[in-house]
């Protein structure tokens, strides 16, 4: 995987999106000397919600097999689970 500081990648935008589109390449860009974005192909970004999606209907699913006492909306509950997908990357 290739680093590039923000400013470099940004005067080369155009090229680092085609290699990583037509060469699958993933991209690291820098802000300050400490990793802040990644240009991934899009297959992957797919695959990463997919896999995403996946969890979280298995967390629902779980969730459901033990009841807790309350109900909650379908937003509540996504709410919940982006609350605590935050919690989790942040420590």
Do not use: C, K, W
């Amino acid at each position: 995987m290739e680093t590039y500081p923000l400013v470099e990648a940004r005067n080369q935008l155009g090229q680092l999106v085609g290699r990583v589109r037509h060469g699958q390449e993933h991209i690291l860009i820098t802000e300050y000397g400490r990793p802040a974005a990644a240009l991934i192909p899009i297959s992957e970004l797919e695959e990463l919600q997919r896999l995403r999606d996946e969890a979280d209907i298995a967390e629902a699913r779980a969730r459901e097999a033990v009841p807790s006492g309350r109900s909650m909306s379908h937003d509540a509950f996504m709410d919940q689970l982006e609350a605590e997908d935050r919690q989790e990357a942040s420590s």
